[in-house]
Protein backbone atom coordinates (compact mmCIF):
# COMPACT_ATOMS: atom_id res chain seq x y z
CA UNK A 1 0.00 0.00 0.00
CA UNK A 2 1.30 3.11 -1.00
CA UNK A 3 0.71 6.61 0.59
CA UNK A 4 0.02 9.47 -1.11
CA UNK A 5 1.44 12.71 0.73
CA UNK A 6 -0.26 15.83 0.02
CA UNK A 7 1.64 18.84 -0.71
CA UNK A 8 2.76 20.94 1.91
CA UNK A 9 1.95 25.00 1.54
CA UNK A 10 3.77 27.26 3.73
CA UNK A 11 1.76 30.59 4.08
CA UNK A 12 3.99 33.42 4.56
CA UNK A 13 3.32 35.20 8.04
CA UNK A 14 1.56 38.39 7.34
CA UNK A 15 4.42 40.58 9.22
CA UNK A 16 6.56 39.44 6.30
CA UNK A 17 4.71 40.21 3.73
CA UNK A 18 6.19 43.73 2.92
CA UNK A 19 9.52 42.15 2.54
CA UNK A 20 9.94 42.33 -1.09
CA UNK A 21 10.30 46.06 -0.77
CA UNK A 22 13.26 45.66 1.42
CA UNK A 23 16.33 46.85 -0.49
CA UNK A 24 18.03 49.43 -2.66
CA UNK A 25 15.90 51.26 -5.60
CA UNK A 26 16.31 53.18 -8.64
CA UNK A 27 12.59 54.31 -9.52
CA UNK A 28 11.80 56.51 -12.69
CA UNK A 29 8.59 58.32 -13.14
CA UNK A 30 6.95 61.00 -16.13
CA UNK A 31 4.94 63.47 -15.89
CA UNK A 32 2.83 65.38 -18.89
CA UNK A 33 6.43 66.87 -20.15
CA UNK A 34 9.47 64.64 -19.12
CA UNK A 35 10.97 61.58 -17.10
CA UNK A 36 12.33 61.98 -14.00
CA UNK A 37 14.33 60.06 -11.78
CA UNK A 38 14.98 59.47 -7.71
CA UNK A 39 16.24 56.59 -5.41
CA UNK A 40 14.48 54.81 -2.46
CA UNK A 41 16.51 53.20 0.34
CA UNK A 42 13.51 50.74 2.46
CA UNK A 43 15.21 48.75 4.98
CA UNK A 44 13.77 46.73 8.41
CA UNK A 45 14.17 48.18 11.99
CA UNK A 46 13.54 47.26 15.42
CA UNK A 47 14.32 43.62 15.03
CA UNK A 48 12.49 43.86 11.91
CA UNK A 49 8.85 44.78 12.98
CA UNK A 50 9.37 48.23 11.51
CA UNK A 51 9.83 48.54 7.40
CA UNK A 52 11.08 52.22 7.17
CA UNK A 53 11.35 54.18 3.76
CA UNK A 54 13.48 57.06 2.60
CA UNK A 55 12.46 58.21 -0.79
CA UNK A 56 14.53 61.08 -2.87
CA UNK A 57 12.88 62.42 -5.81
CA UNK A 58 16.92 64.54 -6.46
CA UNK A 59 17.44 65.55 -9.03
CA UNK A 60 14.70 65.47 -10.56
CA UNK A 61 12.48 66.83 -7.76
CA UNK A 62 13.13 68.59 -4.89
CA UNK A 63 11.50 66.24 -2.99
CA UNK A 64 12.15 63.77 0.08
CA UNK A 65 9.76 61.49 2.04
CA UNK A 66 9.68 58.58 4.68
CA UNK A 67 7.47 56.00 5.47
CA UNK A 68 7.16 53.56 8.68
CA UNK A 69 5.15 50.52 8.28
CA UNK A 70 4.37 47.80 10.38
CA UNK A 71 1.67 44.92 10.59
CA UNK A 72 -0.69 45.62 13.36
CA UNK A 73 -1.94 41.85 14.23
CA UNK A 74 -4.61 42.97 16.13
CA UNK A 75 -6.67 44.74 12.99
CA UNK A 76 -4.62 42.09 10.93
CA UNK A 77 -3.91 44.91 8.37
CA UNK A 78 -0.96 46.93 7.59
CA UNK A 79 -0.26 50.30 8.61
CA UNK A 80 2.03 53.17 6.93
CA UNK A 81 2.86 56.44 8.04
CA UNK A 82 4.34 58.97 5.66
CA UNK A 83 5.84 62.10 6.03
CA UNK A 84 8.12 64.30 3.43
CA UNK A 85 9.56 67.64 2.98
CA UNK A 86 6.60 69.81 2.33
CA UNK A 87 5.24 68.42 5.80
CA UNK A 88 2.48 66.33 4.70
CA UNK A 89 1.55 63.58 7.00
CA UNK A 90 -0.55 60.81 5.63
CA UNK A 91 -1.87 57.20 7.35
CA UNK A 92 -2.80 53.95 5.16
CA UNK A 93 -3.86 51.10 6.06
CA UNK A 94 -4.60 47.69 3.54
CA UNK A 95 -3.42 44.58 2.97
CA UNK A 96 -1.47 41.77 0.32
CA UNK A 97 -4.15 39.89 -1.29
CA UNK A 98 -3.26 38.39 -4.48
CA UNK A 99 0.14 39.24 -5.20
CA UNK A 100 -1.08 43.26 -5.00
CA UNK A 101 -0.26 45.29 -1.58
CA UNK A 102 -2.95 47.89 -1.39
CA UNK A 103 -2.82 50.97 1.20
CA UNK A 104 -5.76 53.28 1.59
CA UNK A 105 -6.71 55.90 3.00
CA UNK A 106 -9.79 58.90 2.99
CA UNK A 107 -9.75 62.47 2.73
CA UNK A 108 -10.99 65.12 1.13
CA UNK A 109 -10.74 67.05 -2.79
CA UNK A 110 -11.93 70.84 -2.50
CA UNK A 111 -13.96 69.70 0.23
CA UNK A 112 -15.32 66.22 -2.25
CA UNK A 113 -14.66 62.95 -0.01
CA UNK A 114 -12.12 60.83 -1.57
CA UNK A 115 -10.59 58.32 -1.52
CA UNK A 116 -6.73 57.77 -1.77
CA UNK A 117 -4.35 54.31 -2.55
CA UNK A 118 -1.00 53.32 -2.56
CA UNK A 119 -0.42 49.91 -4.98
CA UNK A 120 2.91 47.48 -5.12
CA UNK A 121 1.98 45.60 -8.21
CA UNK A 122 3.78 43.42 -10.89
CA UNK A 123 6.32 42.48 -7.97
CA UNK A 124 9.37 40.49 -9.09
CA UNK A 125 12.55 40.15 -7.47
CA UNK A 126 14.09 42.67 -9.03
CA UNK A 127 11.37 45.36 -10.09
CA UNK A 128 7.96 46.07 -9.18
CA UNK A 129 4.94 48.82 -10.05
CA UNK A 130 3.91 51.34 -7.02
CA UNK A 131 1.16 53.82 -7.90
CA UNK A 132 -0.47 56.61 -6.05
CA UNK A 133 -3.97 56.84 -6.78
CA UNK A 134 -7.23 58.79 -6.23
CA UNK A 135 -11.16 58.11 -6.26
CA UNK A 136 -14.00 60.40 -5.68
CA UNK A 137 -17.37 58.37 -6.51
CA UNK A 138 -17.39 55.50 -4.40
CA UNK A 139 -14.66 53.00 -6.00
CA UNK A 140 -15.48 52.99 -9.39
CA UNK A 141 -13.50 54.95 -11.13
CA UNK A 142 -9.49 55.65 -9.93
CA UNK A 143 -7.37 58.32 -11.02
CA UNK A 144 -3.53 57.44 -10.90
CA UNK A 145 -1.55 61.03 -9.44
CA UNK A 146 1.90 59.36 -9.42
CA UNK A 147 3.06 56.50 -10.88
CA UNK A 148 6.62 54.75 -10.64
CA UNK A 149 8.46 51.94 -11.94
CA UNK A 150 11.19 50.18 -9.67
CA UNK A 151 14.07 48.32 -10.57
CA UNK A 152 17.04 46.84 -7.68
CA UNK A 153 19.64 48.53 -7.50
CA UNK A 154 21.95 45.56 -7.66
Known amino acids: MSVVEEPVTVELDAARQFDFWVGEWDCVW ?3 LEWHAGTNSVYLD ?3 AVVVENFDGRPSLE ?3 MSFSVYDRAAQCWRQTWVDSEGNYRD ?3 SFENGVMELRRTGEVDGTPAVFRMRWENIEP ?3 DWSYQ ?3 DGGERW ?3 W ?3 YSRVL
Do not use: I, K, N, P
Request: with cysteine.
Open 30 to 32: TDE
Open 134 to 136: RCE
Open 46 to 48: LGG
Open 147 to 149: ALA
Open 92 to 94: FAG
Open 143 to 145: TTL
Open 126 to 128: DSL
Open 63 to 65: FQG
